[in-house]
């Protein structure tokens, strides 16, 4: 029986590549993104007979519902992996210079928009045999950094998620896991930089002065990988490994470099 696959924040970046690399390899793949457009050429690059679309605005349960009902007619009822991938970083800086609708756009779309997902996608999961629930996270869901707080927090958030889950959804027979990127070449690297003065973090001129920056490739391996792993985060990248490792067992290291890193800009 052919394998299926939902993919939130399809259009671009993350969602996108693995969009494209599981429907090379068989898979029949929903791809729901709030961007029409973006949908309508990732189908166009996969082939229509091997994917549907629909547009999905995550903070918004009624498109859910219809979501869920569309992919399983699609697929006759079966999600192999609910990839519950999209997200946003609209802006980046101190805390104070970002206007409070643009932090709570940040908290519906990460966080609420998760949740969303979760709970409109637990039936279909439990009706298929050896499903996954897959968030996407990011590695400041696991460590600290300046100015992205609101964003960080979100994706703080959602690793706790991701851990209760696994719990709860055991004794459905469904896997909670969730991959943690370093910073990837996707489009949250446009986020635009509001502190007077300062340099965005999430600008990929000034990360690649910093750091390595991963294409998305390397993300979609992970997402490979989870779905025959046992573990429940999976950093994408030596630097998301290296940090989160010590931010479980030195994290003043974790907060010293931290500080380093951008401490031309927010420190």
């Given at each position: 029986?052919?394998?299926?696959i939902?993919?939130?924040?399809?259009?671009?970046?993350?969602?996108?590549?693995?969009a494209?690399?599981?429907?090379?390899?068989?898979?029949?793949?929903?791809?729901?993104?709030?961007?029409?457009?973006?949908?309508?050429?990732?189908?166009?690059?996969?082939?229509?007979?091997?994917?549907?679309?629909?547009?999905?605005?995550?903070?918004?349960?009624?498109?859910?519902?219809?979501?869920?009902?569309?992919?399983s007619?699609?697929?006759?009822?079966?999600?192999?992996?609910?990839?519950?991938?999209?997200?946003?970083?609209n802006?980046?800086g101190?805390?104070?210079?970002?206007?409070?609708?643009?932090?709570n756009?940040?908290?519906?779309?990460?966080?609420?928009?998760?949740?969303?997902?979760?709970?409109?996608m637990?039936?279909?999961?439990?009706?298929?045999?050896?499903?996954?629930l897959?968030?996407?996270?990011?590695?400041?869901?696991?460590i600290?950094?300046?100015?992205?707080?609101?964003?960080?927090?979100?994706k703080?958030?959602?690793?706790?998620?991701t851990?209760?889950l696994?719990?709860?959804?055991?004794?459905?027979?469904?896997?909670?896991?969730e991959?943690?990127?370093?910073?990837?070449?996707?489009?949250?690297?446009?986020?635009?930089?509001v502190?007077?003065?300062?340099r965005s973090?999430l600008?990929?001129?000034?990360?690649?002065?910093?750091?390595?920056?991963?294409?998305?490739?390397?993300?979609?391996?992970?997402?490979?990988?989870?779905?025959?792993?046992?573990?429940?985060?999976?950093?994408v990248?030596?630097?998301?490994?290296f940090a989160?490792?010590?931010?479980?067992?030195?994290?003043?290291l974790?907060?010293?470099?931290?500080?380093?890193?951008?401490?031309?800009?927010?420190?």
């Open positions: 029986m052919t394998k299926s939902f993919i939130t924040g399809a259009a671009s970046g993350i969602g996108k590549a693995t494209i690399s599981f429907a090379e390899n068989g898979w029949n793949v929903g791809l729901f993104d709030i961007n029409q457009e973006g949908l309508k050429e990732v189908a166009e690059i996969i082939g229509h007979n091997k994917c549907m679309y629909q547009k999905l605005d995550v903070t918004n349960i009624q498109d859910w519902i219809e979501a869920e009902k569309s992919f007619q699609y697929t006759g009822g079966r999600c192999d992996i609910f990839f519950n991938n999209a997200g946003i970083a802006f980046a101190a805390f104070e210079d970002i206007k409070i609708e643009e932090m756009k940040i908290i519906d779309v990460n966080f609420k928009g998760v949740v969303n997902g979760c709970f409109t637990l039936e279909i999961l439990k009706s298929t045999k050896n499903s996954m897959l968030n996407t996270s990011s590695v400041a869901g696991l600290t950094a300046p100015g992205i707080s609101v964003y960080g927090a979100t703080h958030a959602v690793s706790s998620l851990e209760n696994r719990i709860e959804f055991e004794r459905y027979g469904i896997k909670v896991s991959i943690n990127p370093w910073f990837t070449e996707t489009p949250i690297l446009d986020a635009e930089a502190t007077t003065g300062a973090q600008d990929r001129e000034f990360v690649n002065q910093k750091t390595k920056v991963y294409p998305v490739e390397k993300v979609v391996s992970s997402v490979w990988s989870a779905y025959d792993s046992s573990r429940i985060h999976h950093p990248g030596f630097e998301a490994k989160s490792f010590f931010m479980r067992h030195v994290p003043p974790i907060r010293g470099l931290s500080k380093k890193l951008f401490k031309d800009s927010f420190i």
